[in-house]
Nanobody, 122 residues
Framework: QVQLVESGGGLVQAGASLRLSCAAS????????MGWFRQAPGKEREFLAV????????DYTDSVRGRFTISRDNTQNSLYLQMNNLKPEDTAVYYC???????????????WGQGTQVTVSS
């Protein structure tokens, strides 16, 4: 049974940092590209970052590039998102997702977590 479980969300002030984690099980994590996405109320799910199966390649959407860092530990079946200098517009539910190939398209992903709420106050 495939599971992706996000953690690390919370309520922070603008300028603060958070580190999200995603624990994977039920599939061969080390052979999947992994992505982070978010969805704010009333908005579509948004791509944030993707990392290749080996961790050597990563890409970001413009709004988070330079502030967020995606990483993974294949020995721990875990994915991370380090978020620095958070802004109120970063408030959303954050999701991790898995796909066998590298993609920016949320509709292409095979497995999804349940999400973790991040709220940034001004």
């Amino acid at each position: 049974q495939v599971q992706l479980v996000e953690s690390g969300g919370g309520l922070v002030q603008a300028g603060a940092s958070l580190r999200l984690s995603c624990a994977a099980s039920g599939f061969t994590f080390s052979t999947y590209a992994m992505g982070w996405f978010r969805q704010a109320p009333g908005k579509e799910r948004e791509f944030l970052a993707v990392i290749s199966w080996h961790g050597a390649a990563a890409d970001y959407t413009d709004s988070v590039r330079g502030r967020f860092t995606i990483s993974r530990d294949n020995t721990q079946n875990s994915l991370y998102l380090q978020m620095n200098n958070l802004k109120p517009e970063d408030t959303a539910v954050y999701y991790c997702a898995a796909k066998t190939t590298y993609s920016f398209d949320p509709d292409a992903y095979d497995y999804w977590g349940q999400g973790t709420q991040v709220t940034v106050s001004s």
